[in-house]
């Protein structure tokens, strides 16, 4: 058996459990298993497989038919051009946090601030965002433990290690420090739709990431309170929202003196970002 033949048997159980990537899905558990990155893996289909290949590959094949999310398979997800370290532990990053990303450094390039990432899970948003920005240092927080290790390995692995903190507490306990920029992709889905969401997200990615209690609102509210006496007079609050939250979480914004600046719409032309100032 080679490569290709072993592309297109796992392709085949995929397909049959109506997973649309199964292609893409198969030549990734390929690639990861024989330690070779796609392209690799595609300019050679003829190179011969181990028995011992052959089952790590149907071991991982077989836990993707069970709807476990590929980064998780493959502890890997790309992000803002990066490969991050991701597990159980961590959301896995989205696309559409990028958008938060990119904005941020349009507003900070050559700016030297200080930030302050909450609930920062992988440490997607906040690694990005030093890796563009090499005057500025950050803390990125976390109420789990286990999040943080992960976080702390993507700063290493993208070398910004000594401009990044990783604290494991809850922002109610900050005290005693000022930031330019506070910046969080709070969990903002109402627990009432919790069991609405695809089976991939449900079973596998951590609760505590994804729930936000009432109306989803809960956790943002929290940050949008307690931002107000941690961020520097005109620093800026940059919050990931979900789906028809924009009114409410405005709402709320203005009523505790932020301005709001920026509306940032995702693919799906969603309101998913909204940049704020803080006033007074
Ligand atoms: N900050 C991380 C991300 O954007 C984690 C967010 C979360 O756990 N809600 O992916």
Redo the contacts with the bound molecule.
Sequence with gaps: MNTLDLINLGSNKLKKQKINTHRLDSEILLSNVLKKTREQLLVKLNQNIKKTQFLAFNNLINRRILKEPIAYIINEKEFWSKKFKVDKN??I??PE?ELLVENLIKIYKNKKISVL?V????G??LVSLLSELPNSKGIGIDISKNAIKIAQKNAFLHNVQTRIKFLNKSIIYLFNCKFDLLVS???YIDKKNIKNLDDGIKKYEPLI?LNGGNDGLDVIKKVIYKAKEILKINGKLALEIGNNQSLKVSKELKRNNFKIEQHIRDYKENTRCLISTLIK
């Design positions: 961590t959301l990053p989205r946090t990432d609930g920062t899970g992988s997607c948003i992709n709070p969990p990431a």
